[in-house]
């Protein structure tokens, strides 16, 4: 079996198990996780694993996410084509990946990674992947990216110890966050804010464990 079969088949196992297990859903979201090679997302020597769901490192700190989360806040961010999309923490570029087939077509991802080295190894690795819907900028995402608002959807990859009001103003009028507040080395939760005109809903998600935010409105 060549190495490229030979991974479609681990991706087809584990997408299998998560629609099994209930963190897909859909057939989008399916067919999103099915379409993007985490191979090319992790660091070469942990490529045998990439289809293990569980976080994997990925340098100066930083994992990518277990499969399972990407698959669960995919769900919950309940995207449509032609959706202008936020996310802060790009890391690997492998959770932009994935939303950003959801999108299609139309659509548009801008990433934030306060990580100079990777950023550009997320700008490699989408482009071997062939996506091209996704703008990786280097910064302080803890601010959110206000020069690109309004965002039909903002979603955190990394820990927060709360969303700020400035970034849920970087929603449209029918927008919605999702994101993930708590201690460092604590379980944390996956938040939800739905926003319609002036008022904002909150609503509490699953419990995970991110690593956390850094920035000025970070830890």
């Given at each position: 079996m060549r190495e490229g079969d030979r991974y479609t088949e681990k991706r087809t196992i584990l997408v299998d198990k998560l629609l099994k297990g209930g963190e897909i859903r859909s057939d989008e979201v399916r067919s999103a996780m099915l379409s993007v090679p985490r191979e090319l997302f992790v660091p070469d020597l942990l490529r045998m694993e990439a289809y293990h769901d569980r976080p994997l490192p990925i340098g100066n700190g930083q994992t990518i996410s277990a499969p399972h989360m990407v698959a669960i806040m995919a769900e919950e961010m309940n995207t449509r084509p032609g959706h202008k999309v936020l996310e802060i923490g790009t890391g690997s570029g492998y959770h932009a990946a994935v939303i950003s087939r959801l999108i299609l077509p139309g659509g548009h991802i801008f990433t934030i990674e306060r990580v100079e080295g990777l950023?550009?190894?997320?700008?490699?690795?989408?482009?071997?992947?062939?996506?091209?819907?996704?703008?990786?900028?280097?910064?302080?995402?803890?601010?959110g990216l206000p020069e690109q608002a309004p965002f039909d959807r903002i979603y955190y990859t990394c820990a927060a110890p709360d969303i700020p009001a400035s970034v849920l103003d970087q929603l449209s009028d029918d927008g919605s966050l999702l994101g993930v507040v708590g201690r460092i080395n604590d379980v944390q939760r996956l938040v939800r804010f739905s926003r319609q005109g002036s008022w904002t809903s909150k609503e509490l998600l699953t419990h995970c464990v991110f690593v956390p935010l850094i920035g000025e409105l970070g830890y």
């Amino acid at each position: 079996m060549r190495e490229g079969d030979r991974y479609t088949e681990k991706r087809t196992i584990l997408v299998d198990k998560l629609l099994k297990g209930g963190e897909i859903r859909s057939d989008e979201v399916r067919s999103a996780m099915l379409s993007v090679p985490r191979e090319l997302f992790v660091p070469d020597l942990l490529r045998m694993e990439a289809y293990h769901d569980r976080p994997l490192p990925i340098g100066n700190g930083q994992t990518i996410s277990a499969p399972h989360m990407v698959a669960i806040m995919a769900e919950e961010m309940n995207t449509r084509p032609g959706h202008k999309v936020l996310e802060i923490g790009t890391g690997s570029g492998y959770h932009a990946a994935v939303i950003s087939r959801l999108i299609l077509p139309g659509g548009h991802i801008f990433t934030i990674e306060r990580v100079e080295g990777l950023a550009i190894k997320a700008r490699r690795n989408l482009d071997l992947s062939g996506i091209d819907n996704v703008t990786v900028v280097e910064g302080d995402g803890s601010v959110g990216l206000p020069e690109q608002a309004p965002f039909d959807r903002i979603y955190y990859t990394c820990a927060a110890p709360d969303i700020p009001a400035s970034v849920l103003d970087q929603l449209s009028d029918d927008g919605s966050l999702l994101g993930v507040v708590g201690r460092i080395n604590d379980v944390q939760r996956l938040v939800r804010f739905s926003r319609q005109g002036s008022w904002t809903s909150k609503e509490l998600l699953t419990h995970c464990v991110f690593v956390p935010l850094i920035g000025e409105l970070g830890y």
